[in-house]
């Protein structure tokens, strides 16, 4: 069955170091989404792709994270550097566009914690 | 998710019905959702429904909406200890496809 791939599952880093995710969405998928969850709330969008094209970055702290998707199918999320309140869950998950989200399909997460 | 509400914990018997809801502020929001994450695990969808619906059922979820009140729930009929989870509420905003999240509801189920 065809999922959203994620790696790492785990990252413990320290503060100020760099850190990067990836994901690799569902084959198709030209939609691609970046969530953070911190624990005990929901989900918070950080950019969302078109393709390789961003199409809202609006919550993305843009001076210490950078997120990329060079060909339009996998992606890279990179945090430098990395602070405490960087710890979190970051979901990856992909859509088909034009459904507005009604089949986004997620990844299982990575989740980071900054020592 | 500070637009979208939900209480934070529901408790049920094995085998009643839960009812976990959502009051969200957008009345623009297109579509409405319900999604699942058990521990350590990503999100994933249960339901959706349009906001020109009343009511969605699938097997045993039942979505109200509410758009008067902006209020979404969702009923689990004949809940069982698999449906412990973390449920959260979540809208698509017109223009952009934006998706926000509610905090989630955890449900426990006991036997």
């Keep these: ?115 | 998710g500070e637009d979208v509400e939900q209480s934070l914990f529901l408790s049920v018997r094995e085998g009643d019905s839960s009812v976990i809801n959502c009051t969200y502020t957008d009345s623009s929001s297109t579509y409405l959702y319900w999604y699942k994450q058990e521990p350590g695990a990503g999100l994933q969808l249960l339901t959706y429904i349009f906001s020109n619906m009343d009511m969605k059922q699938d097997q045993r979820l039942t979505v109200l909406l509410n758009k008067k009140d902006k209020h979404l729930s969702l009923r689990i009929a004949d809940t069982q200890t698999g449906d412990s989870a973390i449920y959260f509420c979540a809208e698509t905003r017109t223009g952009g496809f934006k998706t926000i999240f509610g905090a989630g509801t955890r449900l426990f189920v006991k036997a």
Excluded at chain 1, 21 to 37: E, K, V
């Design chain 1, 1 to 115: 069955e065809a999922e959203v791939a994620q790696s790492p599952r785990y990252k413990i880093t320290e503060k100020s170091q760099a850190v990067a995710f990836w994901c690799d969405p569902i084959s198709g998928h030209a939609t691609l989404y970046w969530y953070r969850q911190i624990l005990g709330q929901g989900p918070e969008l950080l950019v969302q792709f078109q393709d390789e094209s961003v199409v809202d970055d609006s919550q993305l702290p843009k001076d210490r994270f950078s997120a990329e998707r060079l060909k339009g199918v996998d992606s890279t999320l990179k945090i430098q550097p990395a602070e405490l309140g960087d710890s979190a869950m970051y979901l990856c998950a992909s859509s088909v566009p034009g459904q507005a989200n009604t089949e986004a399909f997620f990844g299982q997460g990575t989740r980071l914690t900054v020592v």
